[in-house]
T-cell receptor
């Protein structure tokens, strides 16, 4: 089975622009979570989608949004980019998203976003 | 709300020595506990997890961790480290396993 894939792997944008990152979960997985990793703030939970619905959300401003498609692929969007949005964005998928008990979350390699 | 404190930001150790990476957590609800490893330019890999039951949990690559409810700790140990264990290690908690709250990370450096 292929693992979690994220595209693109690297991205450079300028302040004020918007960006869309993509995550393809492991086949059959219905839950996708997004995380931001920065040297200053560490790893922070952004949001989780399950069956096209946002089920949980971290403490990020409204500039950060996401969605999930019927094939479970997910995208996250950041509008009006700021320098502080430079980070590694990690996506993780699990089969049932914790319904009925624990399902292991598998992480992708991440998208490294640089905002200039 | 949940939070995780990793007590050491950096741990240098010589090859074949034992190591302990410390993690304390706080939560108002029952949570699962995890340790992940991250190698440079890679995503996170699950080392081990505590869901319930035995408080001593064994994971991959010879790592183990002990859940201590009274001290709200989940320290990671390995009796003998290798150069290849050099990486960043993250402790995490989650009520369901899909919305992790991570610690700041501990950089383990194994020296020859």
């Amino acid at each position: 089975k292929a693992g979690v894939t994220q595209t693109p792997r690297y991205l450079i944008k300028t302040r004020g622009q918007q960006v869309t990152l993509s995550c393809s979960p492991i086949s059959g997985h219905r839950s996708v979570s997004w995380y931001q990793q920065t040297p200053g703030q560490g790893l922070q939970f952004l949001f989780e989608y399950f069956s096209e619905t946002q089920r949980n959300k971290g403490n990020f401003p409204g500039r950060f949004s996401g969605r999930q498609f019927s094939n479970s692929r997910s995208e996250m969007n950041v509008s009006t980019l700021e320098l502080g949005d430079s980070a590694l964005y990690l996506c993780a998928s699990s089969s049932l998203g914790g319904m009925g008990g624990y399902n292991e979350q598998f992480f992708g390699p991440g998208t490294r976003l640089t905002v200039l | 709300a949940q939070s995780v404190t990793q007590l050491d930001s950096q741990v240098p150790v010589f090859e074949e020595a034992p190591v302990e990476l410390r993690c304390n957590y706080s939560s108002s609800v029952s949570v699962y506990l995890f340790w992940y490893v991250q190698y440079p330019n890679q995503g996170l890999q699950l080392l081990l997890k505590y869901l319930s039951g035995s408080t001593l949990v064994k994971g991959i690559n010879g790592f183990e961790a002990e859940f201590n409810k009274s001290q709200t700790s989940f320290h990671l140990r390995k009796p003998s480290v290798h150069i290849s264990d050099t990486a960043e290690y993250f402790c995490a908690v989650s009520p369901r396993g899909n919305d992790m709250r991570f610690g700041a990370g501990t950089r383990l450096t194994v020296k020859p």
